[in-house]
């Protein structure tokens, strides 16, 4: 596979006419004499000097890059109060990993959220990989001010196992329930790690002890591109069919409207409106609701 023919095509989605304009808008953006980075859970920029006219020009860019599904993020007063507090699931897993002078990787990695926040833990490469124009320009327009190390591919995780170098950990949350061979999605990501890497993954799960899935007939909480949702036991059956020696199981989440809700910052719906207005332990469809298990699966 020709990785860098394949980047070269998708520079090009830059210049689609729903980019463009957040494109132009960063490379407009006011370039301050210092900046202040805080990595918590609101990932926390304060621009020094920024004038009133600064700040304007900031908020109408982040404006035209809406949706915003990960964050928060704040520069200066302004707060981009994104559809997902991305620091619940940050924080629950942040306990199990360990970075330090090792090459990560986040797949899926939307407009970077998680790899930002990594960077305290000092690993020795950070790369994401999203094949979406505009979580890439949400990433450049933060990134201008952060001014990080952190390498964006406009990937996905089929790439993965062809890319120019292996992986100690990588990342894959909320990716695999988007595949419609959550088997071979895992082989893509176990070849993509290096001898004894590890990879941590969540994913929607249903209850239960029997080695099944849930495969919505059209949609599942009004999503369409859902296929399969298993038990935990398939989930690690997959795992291991995937070519991992070891899966260990880290906990399991039901996603309630604390972490993930509306906002003005995507104009679209939530999980409000997901649910079953009478019964919110299902969604409209009258599926289980979404809860997520999270796993971390070792190579040999």
């Known amino acids: 596979m020709n990785l860098d023919l394949l980047r070269q095509e998708r520079q090009k989605w830059l210049t689609w006419k729903n980019i463009l304009p957040c494109q132009n808008a960063i490379s ?114 933060i990134d201008h001010f952060i001014k990080s190390d952190i390498v964006y591919e406009l990937l996905g995780v089929e790439h993965v196992a062809f890319y120019e170098h292996k992986f100690d950990v990588l990342f894959c949350l909320g990716v695999l329930y988007h595949r419609s061979d959550p088997v071979m999605t895992l082989k893509s990501l176990c070849k993509g790690l290096n001898s004894g890497g590890e990879l941590i993954l969540d994913t929607f799960m249903i209850e239960g002890e029997d080695d099944i899935c849930l495969t919505p007939k059209e949609r599942y909480s009004k999503i369409p591109n859902i296929y399969f949702i298993p038990t935990v036991p398939a989930l690690i059956n997959w795992c291991y069919r995937a070519g991992f020696e070891k899966v260990e199981v880290l906990g399991n989440m039901i996603t309630d409207m604390n972490e993930q809700r509306k906002t003005e910052w995507i104009d679209t719906q939530s999980l409000e409106d997901f649910l079953d207005p009478n019964n919110t332990t299902k969604t409209v469809e009258g599926y289980p609701a979404p809860k997520r298990v999270y796993i971390k699966a070792y190579k040999a």
């Open 28 to 141: 407009a953006l006011p370039r301050p004499l210092e900046t202040k980075v805080h990595l918590g859970d609101c990932i926390t920029i304060d621009i020094i000097p920024a004038s009133k006219e600064d700040e304007m020009q900031i908020r109408q860019a982040a404006l035209l890059m809406k949706p915003w599904r990960k964050g928060p993020f704040r520069i200066n007063d302004l707060l981009i109060d994104a559809e997902w507090q991305s620091y619940i699931k940050y924080n629950f897993l942040e306990p199990y990993f360990a970075l330090k002078n090792k090459i990560v990787g986040d797949i899926g990695c939307n407009n970077g959220y998680y790899l930002f926040r990594m960077q305290e833990h000092l690993p020795k490469k950070l790369i994401g990989f999203d094949p979406s124009a505009i979580y890439f320009s949400q990433f450049q327009f």
